[in-house]
């Protein structure tokens, strides 16, 4: 007689499903958690590249403007389309869309020029004289207290 017709018929147990599953969960997990931490670990690094792209953005504009950078805010015209601008009307239309961009790219951040002139300012005390600086917070992964961080780019020679 032939059996009962189990004989010679494979297949895996429901025990042995349920160890690959669990198996499959947490290697699933492991990959999840190594996906955050990567994403996490871009974060500081793109902030930086941003605060250095917007200190090289201006130390290029106002190396397109003559006299720009050594010049004090004085009086500035107002400037109109086809009307010539002096340097300092124009460097003060740069640093505003300057200010901008920092703010929308980094919340927590904000520009700033120390000419030697400026270095009365507080905020310039601590950087060094014809610079343009980028200030921002970031969160230490390790302590998770917030850090002053900080992209200091020379100014052009006029």
Do not use: K
């Not at 969960?25 to 958690?33: D, E, I, P, Q, V």
């Not at 086809?82 to 460097?91: D, H, K, N, V």
């Amino acid at each position: 007689m032939r059996g009962n017709g189990r004989q010679g018929q494979g297949g895996f147990s429901l025990i042995e499903v349920a160890v690959a599953a669990a198996i499959f969960s947490l290697g699933l997990g492991s990959m999840s958690l190594l996906l955050v931490l990567a994403v996490h670990g871009t974060y500081a690094p793109r902030l930086e590249t941003l605060a250095a792209l917007h200190a090289h953005s201006l130390t290029e504009a106002l190396r397109l403007v003559p006299g720009a950078v050594a010049s004090d805010a004085g009086e500035t015209a107002a400037c109109g389309p086809g009307e010539a601008c002096p340097p300092t009307s124009m460097a003060e239309a740069i640093m505003e869309s300057w200010q901008g961009q920092i703010e929308r790219d980094l919340p927590t951040g904000r520009g700033l020029v120390c000419r030697d002139s400026a270095l009365d300012d507080a905020r310039c005390e601590t950087v060094t004289a014809n610079t343009v600086t980028v200030l921002w917070r970031e969160a230490d992964p390790e302590s998770g207290n917030e850090a002053l961080r900080e992209f200091v780019l020379a100014l052009p020679s006029s």
